[in-house]
């Protein structure tokens, strides 16, 4: 079965960090490039990082560019978001997804950064 577990948000205040992990299971995890998507209520789900199977290319959006890492580890079958600096503009649920022949998601973890 193809799983997806999110894990690592929570409470956090302004300025600080959380570190966002993903494990996979069901699948062959390193054909897969890996993204974080986040989404906010009444707010369309949002692209924030993403990283090639290989963990050669990574991009992000401008709005978390500096401040976030994505990362992966193919042997753990994990990925990563470091998320520093936060804002409470980064409050949301965020989402790991899987991206290949077809495209696997997790349940989310929700990230709230408090004024």
């Known amino acids: 079965q193809v799983q997806l577990v999110e894990s690592g948000g929570g409470l956090v205040q302004p300025g600080g960090s959380l570190r966002l992990s993903c494990a996979a299971s069901?699948?062959?995890?390193?054909?897969?490039?890996m993204r974080w998507y986040r989404q906010a209520p009444g707010k369309p789900r949002e692209l924030v990082a993403g990283?090639?199977?290989?963990?050669?290319?990574?991009n992000y959006a401008d709005s978390v560019k500096g401040r976030f890492t994505i990362s992966r580890d193919n042997d753990k079958n994990t990925v990563y978001l470091q998320m520093n600096i936060l804002t409470p503009e980064d409050t949301a649920v965020y989402y790991c997804m899987a991206r290949f022949i077809y495209d696997y998601w997790g349940q989310g973890t929700q990230v709230t950064v408090s004024s």
């Open positions: 069901g699948f062959t995890f390193s054909n897969y490039a």
């Open positions: 990283i090639t199977s290989a963990g050669g290319s990574r």
